[in-house]
Structures are given as C-alpha cells and as structure tokens.
C-alpha cells in the first residue's frame, strides 16, 4: 500500500509540473505563504554616464568639511563690520587722492563672500567655510578665490592660504589674520580622476580655474569626486566643488614627458623622437596650453589615415588629401577643416621661415616637400575627438607684439622700468643694462636721460618660452573685429588716445588673416605678470596691463567667455598693452 500510493504522489508530482510548463492553470496550487524577497545585497552598478546629484563622496564622507547642499551668499555689511570694515576701507582706499577717495559701498560691491559649510576638524572645529570672490581689476582667466575660517560670534575671518589664491595689494582689497599651515580634507581637488570604461587618467591642469561656471556640457560622472564637464575648442575638462570653485583637468598623452617617445612609421622610413621634435599647436609669447586643442565634430575620421604607432602603443595618422589651397567651410568648395587648417600651416610656415632658426638649416620646402615631411600629426584621445601635434621646425615663432608702456605720475618723476623677460627682439628707446631710466610727466611725456630724447610711451619686443594660460576668451566673426577692438578696449579702461595707439598697431596685422574668425582673449595683469614682470622705481599705485592673444581660426569656439573690466586709476599710474597671435604677423 505505501508503494502504491508512493507511485500515486510521484504521478501526481510529474503531471502538476508539467502543467506548469505548458503554462496550463492547476486547480489544485497553492498561493505561497512566504514572499519572496528580491536580493539587495548587491549595489547597482555605477552608471558614470549619468550626472550624480547631491555632494560626491570625496567632498562629503571622506571631508573634513559638512558642505551645505547650496552656498548660502552673505551680505557684505553684515559680515564685514567695525574695526574689519575700518581695516578694509583704509587698505583698500590708500593712494586715492582726498577727493577721488571712494566711499565703503564702491569698496564692498567688488568683494562676494559666500558660506558654503562647516569645518568638522579640530583646527578652527565648528567654524563656518567662508569663501571670498573679488573682482579682477581688469581682465583675467582665474578668479580671486579665498577661503576662510570665520567666527561669527566674533566677527573674526582667518585665511586659509593653502587654499587661497595668492594675494596682493590689486587682489586682496585688505589685511587679514592668515593660517598657512592647517591642512583639511575635502578642500583641495583630486590629482588625478580615472576615465570611465578605459585605464586612461585626468590629471589636474589648474586649480581653482572658475567660480560658478554656467552654460558646461555634462560629460561623465566619478563615483568619488562628482561631474566632469566640457566644452568645445579645448580638451580640458572641469570639475565642480561643492563650494563653487571649478578645477581644470586634461589627458595627458605623455608625448613630451622625461622618457622619450618613438614613433614606427607604417612606411617604414626611420623611426622619428615625437617628443624631441613635436610640439602642441597652440601658444605664442610665454601663451601656453594646460590641455591640447581637440575637436569634436570639424575632424572626421574619413579626413585621416593611419601612419604609425608610439612606442607608447597609440596610432599616429596624417592627412590624406592636403591641399596647398583651401578655404574651408566655404559652401560648395569640397575641402575639408583638416584640410583648411593643414593649408594654412604651410602658410604659416613660409612666412616665418626667414626668422625662424630651425626651418633655416634647411632649404624652404614647396608644399610637395612639406605635406610629404609629415609637418603635422594627428591622434584621437580616449573621448573620441582628433587633436594634433606640429613639427617644431614648422611651428610659427610668434612674439610679444609691440607692448607699449605709459607712465602718468601725479608730478614730474624720475622712473626707472625693467622689462624681465627672456630676450628682447626690440625696443625703443634702446634698452639699457639696468632698464630704462626717464623723466615721466604727467601727461605720459618721457625724457629717455640716455639718449636725451622725448617720447610718448617705452616700446619693447621680446620672446618667452611659457608661462601663462589662456582659458576664456571670445570668437568674433571677422567683420566684427573693429566692433569688438572699440567695445572690448574701453571696458578694459584704456584711454582714447591709447586705444587708437592698440588699434593702429593691431587690427591691419589681424586682418591680414584670412580666416573667417578669431578667437581673442586678453590677459590681465596678474598673468601678464607671469610672461614679462615689470620692476618699476618709485613703484606705481596702479598698473594696469593688457595683453591681447588671437587666434584665426575656420571655426567658431565656444570657449568660456571672459568678463573685461578696467583698474581704477589712483595715483601714480602705469598702463602697457601689447599682443600676439598663434599666427606669423609683420612687426615694426
């Protein structure tokens, strides 16, 4: 009896399971009792595509900082009160004559602080994170950004200098109790940031680069440290804090790192040292590129063929059909950018060739020889997006253009200037070992005491291998240039007759460039600064420099724009301009 029914149940077994496979309903199942609990163990996969919201683990878990989920603005004469408020008036003012003096609300509108948090270490433990933006006097690339443990209770503001930019009388309107040797987590932005879905790294170009950035192209999420952000025209990439500040990071290829980089050509002709004789595109005048130029939709890859490979396993390529001339991007012509661009390299190189050391050791090439000498190569970085590098024999050696400086002390002075910088191609009055010694007016006429003569304002010429970094900036389309010289140099506070001075020099030179755009920026003072420092004797209370780098180029960028405005002229004041351009220019 108990086999049979045995039979019976396993029968049973078998004929239930297979209803229940042919999807056919059995009267006789159960609804289980017990629910089935779905498997949360596991986290869902990161999706770095995707921005992340809320403050990233780096600046949040792992800080030494409790972020607020948005900066909280503070009024300026609220936080700044008292004998604070006296400190920053009688800095800020000294120099200014009694009737020019300005009163506090002109000193506070240049001055924005912000609380973005609270400092959970024991260095200054519970104290607000204060960050202060201060206008640039004049044009710049980075903005003043100082950080600061504030005591509202005292109404007390200690700076943290490891995390401030570098302060002066033109970027710090006043003096103030520093710390520079607390160190917090959370503050500083990582060195270097992993490429998703490659074994490629971001590393940090510069620090602090933008407060507040608008109008960025999200481009992938870290899981630490948060969104990475781009634009068109540059490779860089940025990297937003929680406390508004922005870092510039970018691939490094490691072309012209210590060790060196061969290429294998597919022809087989004789391996080539990329980093000996290869150089990044952009640059001119002590004018460097943190990130190479890299596009994302004027470069196709039809426009390229393969040509060799690094020693560090990435392919190298050249263009396939270079053209002695093209237009580009005009409707109908059939050329391409590539080819537009390739066209105006050679361009480039012809009209340098005279003055530029390398090209002369050998004869100057037809277009023939050149295209043939592999002047230009070309790469594509871990985003998909063409950059390329130029043969340094090839590149255009620009100059320092014309800087002009003009002297207006409030009485006759006698003033010495010194120019540091690599070497002098020109000046006028001829430069002396110790600088230039004169009898300034105060109308800017100046008495050069080692030639005896008059003249309106110092010339000087010169080169400089590197030094500062162009990271905003305007594309104007060519019939516009003028418009934009006039707007663009009383923004930036020069007078009529020295904005007449910039134009008469600049915009024929710009014009002979044929390109249907240019990219301009204007270096300031503090990154002019960085190329060519000025020694001044007495020292002025008011220097305002502006330097002008263009680009002609086929396509329009859209890189950050800049925000121009003028320095305040108080007392004894000097003002300089100049310029330079990617592209060869006929000086005087």
């Given at each position: 009896m108990k086999n049979n029914w045995l039979k019976k149940g396993i029968a049973a077994s078998l004929s239930l399971f297979i209803l229940a496979g042919c999807n056919i309903a059995n009267p006789f199942a159960q609804t289980p009792t017990?629910?089935?609990?779905p498997d949360t163990t596991k986290p869902a996969a990161f999706d770095s595509t995707k921005a992340l919201t809320g403050i990233a683990p780096y600046y949040s878990a792992n800080s030494d900082i409790e972020y607020y989920p948005t900066a909280k603005p503070l009024l300026t004469d609220t936080l700044i009160t008292g004998t604070l408020r006296e400190n920053i008036l009688t800095s800020y003012t000294s120099g200014w004559s009694p009737t020019e003096t300005p009163k506090w609300t002109d000193v506070s509108g240049v001055m924005h602080f912000y609380e973005v948090g609270t400092i959970k270490a024991q260095t200054y433990k519970n104290r607000k994170l204060v960050i202060l933006n201060v206008d640039c006097e004049g044009p710049c690339f980075e903005p003043y950004l100082y950080?600061?443990?504030?005591d509202p209770t005292k109404n007390e503001l200690v700076m943290l200098t490891k995390y401030s930019s570098e302060a002066n009388n033109s970027t710090m309107p006043f003096t103030y109790t520093a710390d520079n040797t607390v160190f917090y987590k959370g503050i500083a932005p990582p060195q270097t940031i992993k490429i998703p879905n490659s074994d490629k790294t971001l590393s940090l170009q510069v620090e602090d680069n933008a407060f507040n950035p608008?109008?960025?192209?999200?481009?992938?999420?870290?899981?630490?440290v948060g969104n990475l952000y781009g634009g068109t025209g540059t490779s860089c990439l940025s990297l937003h804090s929680p406390d508004g500040s922005t870092s510039l990071y970018g691939y490094n290829p490691n072309f012209f790192k210590s060790e060196t980089?061969?290429?294998?050509?597919?022809?087989?002709?004789?391996?080539?040292?990329?980093?000996d004789n290869y150089d990044y595109v952009a640059g001119a005048c002590g004018i460097i590129a943190n990130c190479y130029t890299a596009s994302a939709t004027e470069m196709k890859d039809s426009d390229f063929q393969k040509a060799g490979v690094t020693s560090t396993g990435m392919d190298i390529y050249?263009?396939?059909?270079?053209?002695?001339?093209?237009?580009g991007v005009v409707e109908g012509d059939g050329t391409t950018m590539a080819q537009a661009i390739f066209a105006s390299s050679y361009q480039g190189y012809k009209a340098t060739y005279e003055w530029n050391e390398l090209a002369k050791k050998k004869p100057m090439m037809t277009f023939k020889e050149f295209a043939a000498s592999k002047p230009i190569l070309y790469w594509k970085d871990p985003f998909n997006r063409w950059a390329s590098v130029i043969r340094l024999d090839v590149?255009?050696?620009a100059e320092c253009g014309k800087p002009v400086i003009y002297l207006y002390p409030e009485k006759t002075t006698d003033v010495n200037v010194q120019v540091l910088i690599d070497k002098f191609t020109k000046t006028i009055p001829a430069y002396e070992s110790n600088g230039w010694t004169v009898k300034a007016d105060p109308d800017g006429t100046l008495l050069n005491y080692a030639d005896g003569k008059t003249y309106p304002y110092l010339f000087w010429e010169g080169q400089k291998k590197g030094g500062s970094t162009v990271t905003k900036g305007f594309t104007v389309a060519r019939a516009d240039v003028e418009t934009f010289l006039d707007e663009s140099l009383n923004k930036l506070g020069l007078t009529t007759s020295e904005a007449k001075d910039f134009k008469d020099f600049w915009l024929s030179r710009m014009l002979e460039n044929t390109e249907p755009y240019f990219f301009i920026s204007f270096l300031g003072t503090s990154e002019f600064n960085k190329i060519a420092p000025l020694k001044i004797s007495p020292a002025p209370q008011s220097l305002l420099r502006v330097f002008m780098y263009y680009n002609p180029t086929f396509s329009a960028s859209k890189m950050a724009p800049q925000e121009l405005t003028s320095v305040a002229r108080k007392g004894f004041t000097v003002v300089e301009w100049g310029g330079t351009s990617s592209k060869p220019w006929q000086a005087e």
């Amino acid at each position: 009896m108990k086999n049979n029914w045995l039979k019976k149940g396993i029968a049973a077994s078998l004929s239930l399971f297979i209803l229940a496979g042919c999807n056919i309903a059995n009267p006789f199942a159960q609804t289980p009792t017990t629910p089935v609990i779905p498997d949360t163990t596991k986290p869902a996969a990161f999706d770095s595509t995707k921005a992340l919201t809320g403050i990233a683990p780096y600046y949040s878990a792992n800080s030494d900082i409790e972020y607020y989920p948005t900066a909280k603005p503070l009024l300026t004469d609220t936080l700044i009160t008292g004998t604070l408020r006296e400190n920053i008036l009688t800095s800020y003012t000294s120099g200014w004559s009694p009737t020019e003096t300005p009163k506090w609300t002109d000193v506070s509108g240049v001055m924005h602080f912000y609380e973005v948090g609270t400092i959970k270490a024991q260095t200054y433990k519970n104290r607000k994170l204060v960050i202060l933006n201060v206008d640039c006097e004049g044009p710049c690339f980075e903005p003043y950004l100082y950080r600061f443990a504030y005591d509202p209770t005292k109404n007390e503001l200690v700076m943290l200098t490891k995390y401030s930019s570098e302060a002066n009388n033109s970027t710090m309107p006043f003096t103030y109790t520093a710390d520079n040797t607390v160190f917090y987590k959370g503050i500083a932005p990582p060195q270097t940031i992993k490429i998703p879905n490659s074994d490629k790294t971001l590393s940090l170009q510069v620090e602090d680069n933008a407060f507040n950035p608008t109008n960025e192209n999200f481009m992938f999420a870290d899981q630490e440290v948060g969104n990475l952000y781009g634009g068109t025209g540059t490779s860089c990439l940025s990297l937003h804090s929680p406390d508004g500040s922005t870092s510039l990071y970018g691939y490094n290829p490691n072309f012209f790192k210590s060790e060196t980089v061969m290429i294998t050509w597919s022809d087989n002709s004789p391996q080539t040292n990329l980093s000996d004789n290869y150089d990044y595109v952009a640059g001119a005048c002590g004018i460097i590129a943190n990130c190479y130029t890299a596009s994302a939709t004027e470069m196709k890859d039809s426009d390229f063929q393969k040509a060799g490979v690094t020693s560090t396993g990435m392919d190298i390529y050249t263009l396939k059909n270079p053209l002695e001339e093209a237009s580009g991007v005009v409707e109908g012509d059939g050329t391409t950018m590539a080819q537009a661009i390739f066209a105006s390299s050679y361009q480039g190189y012809k009209a340098t060739y005279e003055w530029n050391e390398l090209a002369k050791k050998k004869p100057m090439m037809t277009f023939k020889e050149f295209a043939a000498s592999k002047p230009i190569l070309y790469w594509k970085d871990p985003f998909n997006r063409w950059a390329s590098v130029i043969r340094l024999d090839v590149k255009p050696a620009a100059e320092c253009g014309k800087p002009v400086i003009y002297l207006y002390p409030e009485k006759t002075t006698d003033v010495n200037v010194q120019v540091l910088i690599d070497k002098f191609t020109k000046t006028i009055p001829a430069y002396e070992s110790n600088g230039w010694t004169v009898k300034a007016d105060p109308d800017g006429t100046l008495l050069n005491y080692a030639d005896g003569k008059t003249y309106p304002y110092l010339f000087w010429e010169g080169q400089k291998k590197g030094g500062s970094t162009v990271t905003k900036g305007f594309t104007v389309a060519r019939a516009d240039v003028e418009t934009f010289l006039d707007e663009s140099l009383n923004k930036l506070g020069l007078t009529t007759s020295e904005a007449k001075d910039f134009k008469d020099f600049w915009l024929s030179r710009m014009l002979e460039n044929t390109e249907p755009y240019f990219f301009i920026s204007f270096l300031g003072t503090s990154e002019f600064n960085k190329i060519a420092p000025l020694k001044i004797s007495p020292a002025p209370q008011s220097l305002l420099r502006v330097f002008m780098y263009y680009n002609p180029t086929f396509s329009a960028s859209k890189m950050a724009p800049q925000e121009l405005t003028s320095v305040a002229r108080k007392g004894f004041t000097v003002v300089e301009w100049g310029g330079t351009s990617s592209k060869p220019w006929q000086a005087e």
